[in-house]
């Protein structure tokens, strides 16, 4: 049982690694007041393909990630109750 605590809790480290560098990378999606009060169309060629460019990747590993994250938490708490 302890060699599976070791492993999970590698695999937590290199997660939290990952999502921390994952979140730095990515950009700042809001639009600021501006974007409020005027709107902004979401029915352009770029919004509707979002998740092919580079943003839309990182966006969509950094929710994976912290899927993970949470799961591997809750995995080692369970495993050091035991």
């Known amino acids: ?10 695999l937590y480290a290199i997660v939290c690694v990952a999502l921390i560098i994952l979140a730095t990378m990515q950009t700042k999606e809001s639009s600021g007041a501006s974007g409020t009060i005027t709107g902004s169309s979401t029915n352009n060629f770029y919004e509707q393909n979002k998740g092919r460019t580079k943003e839309g990747k990182l966006k969509r ?10 799961v591997l938490a809750v995995v080692l708490g369970i495993l050091y109750v035991m």
């Open 61 to 70: 590993w950094t929710i994976i990630f912290g899927i993970l994250f949470v």
């Open 1 to 10: 049982m302890e060699i599976v605590k070791y492993i999970v809790l590698i």
